[in-house]
């Protein structure tokens, strides 16, 4: 097969989207009508998800070409320069024939430095947007010279009248490799979603990119929005269609093809990105008024087998990865299920009404694993949690993979599942307080809050419920259950012992008979060597040996 120029192939494809179709055949020969009927326009081809495929299909065929830097004014921008840019809203698009839909472009420059092309679709035809200055307010920022006129954008973002229909609200942006955030009502931002990721956790991680885009443009009184993309990679190529579905939960459907250039190992479908710094159970920071700060506190697996499980995320030390085997999964997501702002206490980030993302697979996506990851950061800032699903079977060069999935932006997650719920998970040193009992190396004691389903049912006997703890690579010493009243629920003790430095896995849930109440609670855990006293220098007077008395009241 004859290999196609590069250059040729981008540079006829999207002219070729708009073109229209010309007869296969001339009927020449054939005589003359005297009286001929008036001449047809030729139909016009509906620009539609199936002209991206064959645009991915296409780019996937030639050597992947790097993206062209940005000019240098806009490179060495920082993020208060950069965000200082802001669109003009008077100038947002889509507003034609009624739509409650309006978007409105990102600028690029700081760490947005690959342009891409946003198109419109009206009437079945793709209309590039032209950047233009005049698009943009620019604030303090001053260039020499005028910018490129072709200089593309960062990415965009939609609005819609989410929360108050006098007001247009932003619903989901699009900017920054792949990456997209989506709101529902009373939701402030927090996680990410990705479209792929190639590589995460590993020193190798290939982020792709959405390099072009077609909005198709929404009717009068429309009720969802639909983003198609392209995306692209050294390894593989992708076509994308996004319905957005603005609500209280705003539902994004996703439906893509890949197109592998090579063969990829370790590719993530519907990547999810979040911060875990602090929380009631990873206590390590605490020189913070606020008690907890992170966008996610859990990661929620719905099995094939209809087993549901809570993982709490964790701030590790060093970098972590969870694997948990699935076949026909049926669902993830990073959860976020405190909702008490005075666990928080922060009046401007407000992390209690950060949203969850839920995926749902549409169709069987088979064998495969849902991988965690979690990394070390010092503050907030980072994103430093992943969560994804690697399908067992690697991608082949030539071979089209195509899949699906639901993406749910919710407050409560609650309605989720029937069953009770993981609420809470302590740790502390495995004795009472006040007890002369010895604490062995390499012991812990973990606390388990449980509530909603029917635990408060069962409240009224307690004794028929029962906690079924397990571990691996160690033991447990003892487990037993109290009721918590305050939560409607249980309070599970788990008390186990492991050898320093080997990791154990933990699952706990509570039943009644033969019934399941709950979700499975699973935690990791590793079992550190107990530190000696510090030794007190034989020359330290006595007095010094006592505790410090407190400081005077104001």
Known sequence: MTMLDRRHVLGGLSAALCLSAAPSVLLAQQPQNPNPPPPQTPPQPRFGFEDVQRR???????????????????????????????????????????????????????????????????????????????????????????????????????????????????????IGASYFRVLGREQRYGLSARGLAIGAGTGSEEFPAFREFWVEQPGAGAERIVVNALLDSPSLTGAYRFTIYPDVDTVVEVAASLFPRKPIERLGLAPLTSMFFTGENDRRFFEDYRPELHDSDGLMIHSGSGEWLWRPLRNPKQQAVSFFGERNMRGFGLMQRDRNFDHYQDLDLAYERRPSYWVEPQGDWGEGVIELIEMATGDESNDNVVALWTPKAPLEPGKEFSFGYRLTAMLDSNDLHPGGRVVNTFQAVPKALGSSEAVIEGARRFIVDFAGGDLDYHLKQPDKVAIVPSITRGRIDRAFLVPNPRIDGFRAFIDVTGEPGQLAEMRAFLKSGNKTLTETWSYPWRAEAKEPPAAVPQSQPAAAQQPAPAPAKE
């Open 56 to 174: 991915a299909r296409e780019v996937a065929a030639v050597a992947y070409e790097p993206p062209a830097g940005l000019p240098e004014p806009l490179a060495r921008l920082d993020y208060d320069a950069w965000r200082d840019i802001r669109f003009r809203p008077e100038r947002a698009l889509l507003g034609q024939n009624g739509s409650p839909f309006r978007m409105q472009m990102f600028h690029p420059g700081f760490l947005f430095n690959r342009p891409i092309t946003v198109n419109v679709v009206r009437d079945g035809v793709p209309t590039p947007v032209p950047y233009a200055a005049n698009l943009f307010d620019y604030g303090k920022v001053k260039f020499d010279k005028p910018l490129p006129v072709n200089l593309g954008f960062a990415g965009f973002r939609l609005h819609y009248p989410l929360n108050d229909p006098r007001v247009l609200d932003e619903l989901i942006a699009f």
